[in-house]
Each structure stands twice: as structure tokens, then as C-alpha cells.
């Protein structure tokens, strides 16, 4: 199975910061990874698919980008409510992959 | 409105066994690929397996393949996860979640809210 590693772990930063979340793939997956925000309690959300695609009704400071092996999640001015758990996925094989998540918590 | 429902989780012994269902509604069931994916507490997301829109194809992870059986029925808008020989690290909240696309795997537009599976004698 492809294993995805995501970095960092955690993260502390304040409204209005830029941050970047990268995802690292045991293979090449092409473009083939979708990222998560989960809140404590609450289901995953879907953000990204397709490496740098926004889902419908996610806010434009979303962003990603990568290709093949490596890639980002960049949030441009982080908002209250992005305060959150986030997670890579790679979906260009079964069985998909989980990175282990990337806690962003206010500073 | 898409909704997923998912329901079946409880209190189950070690080596029990345990059938969760997600009932779907407001797309057309048959035509998306279903996932289960699960949560452990204060862990991160693990995805488990998925079914076809037909039924016709599975695949599971590694850590469930032959205990874990993925199923479907169309007739009733239907997902199933059946759990058998239950152990404690299969306690989680359950999750199923509908692929986006109809002929592409590329993530999942919606979950349910998850059911709680706690195995423990």
C-alpha cells in the first residue's frame, strides 16, 4: 500500500498567517490526492481533489498544488474557522491512504 | 439534499461481531462507488474498503481484508460493513462516504456522521 506522510504533525499559527501543510507519497500517485478538514466531533469535510482542484463551496484561500510525490496545502490568511485537523488522501489506487493528519491550532 | 445516514454500532465483545449499514439518500445510489472509513479515538482517519456502484467490485486495506466484508444493496439505497471476530483496536467511529464522481476515484463529497463501534468485554 502507498504510504503518505504528512508534515508537520502540528502546527500553531495566528489569524491572518499563511500556512503550508505538505503531503509525501511512498510512490508516484500522478496528481491523484484529495486533502481534508476535519473539526473535533464532526465528519471530514472535502477540500481538494485532484491535487489542486477546489471543491465547490470552499473559500478561494484554499489552495493546492503538487504532482507525483509531493505535495501542499496552502491556506493565505487563516480564518477562525479553519482551526482544524487536516488530512491527506491519496486516491490513485486501492486501497486509498490516509496521511496521519496535520493539527492547526491558534497561536 | 445528499444524506448518509450510517447506523449498527454499539458495545460488542471481543470476537463478536457487528453488521453497520448507511442508508443513502438524494443522489442515485447505484451509480457511485461507496467507502467506509474509520476513526479510532484521537487517531486519524483510516480508510477501510469500497464497493462499486453495482456491487460487482471491493477492495479492502490491509488491516480488515477477511474480516471485513463491504456490501450494497441498490434495491434499498443500502451500504453495509460486516465486522466479524471484533477486537479492541477495532473500536472507532465508522464513517461511509460517497465517491465524487460516478467514473473517477477522486475523494469523497459525503460522509455520514458516523456510528461509534466500542469493543470491550
Known amino acids: 500500500a502507498i504510504q503518505m506522510t504528512q508534515s508537520p504533525s502540528s502546527l500553531s499559527a495566528s489569524v491572518g498567517d499563511r500556512v503550508t501543510i505538505t503531503c509525501r507519497a511512498s510512490q508516484d500517485i500522478r496528481n491523484d490526492l484529495g486533502w481534508y478538514q476535519q473539526k473535533p466531533g464532526k465528519a471530514p469535510k472535502f477540500l481538494i481533489y485532484a491535487a489542486s482542484s477546489l471543491q465547490s463551496g470552499v473559500p478561494s484561500r484554499f489552495s493546492g498544488s503538487g504532482s507525483g510525490t509531493d505535495f501542499t496545502l496552502t491556506i493565505s490568511s487563516l480564518q477562525p474557522e479553519d482551526f482544524a485537523t487536516y488530512y491527506c488522501?491519496?486516491?490513485?489506487?486501492?486501497?486509498?491512504?490516509f496521511g496521519q493528519g496535520t493539527k492547526l491550532e491558534i497561536k | 439534499e445528499v444524506q448518509l445516514l450510517e447506523s449498527g454500532g454499539g458495545l460488542v465483545q471481543p470476537g463478536g461481531s457487528l453488521r453497520l449499514s448507511c442508508a443513502a439518500s438524494?443522489?442515485?445510489?447505484?451509480?457511485?462507488?461507496m467507502s467506509w472509513v474509520r476513526q479510532a479515538p484521537g487517531k486519524g482517519l483510516e480508510w477501510l474498503s469500497v464497493?462499486?456502484?453495482?456491487?460487482?467490485?471491493?477492495y479492502y486495506a490491509d488491516s480488515v481484508k477477511g474480516r471485513f466484508t463491504i456490501s450494497r444493496d441498490n434495491s434499498k439505497n443500502t451500504l453495509y460493513l460486516q465486522i466479524n471476530s471484533l477486537r479492541a483496536d477495532d473500536t472507532a467511529v465508522y464513517y461511509c462516504a460517497k465517491d465524487q464522481f460516478n467514473d473517477w476515484n477522486a475523494g469523497f463529497d459525503y460522509w455520514g456522521q458516523g456510528t461509534l463501534v466500542t469493543v470491550s468485554s
Open positions: 464497493i462499486g456502484g453495482s456491487g460487482g467490485s471491493t
Open positions: 488522501l491519496q486516491d490513485y489506487n486501492y486501497p486509498n491512504t
Open positions: 438524494g443522489f442515485t445510489f447505484s451509480m457511485y462507488a
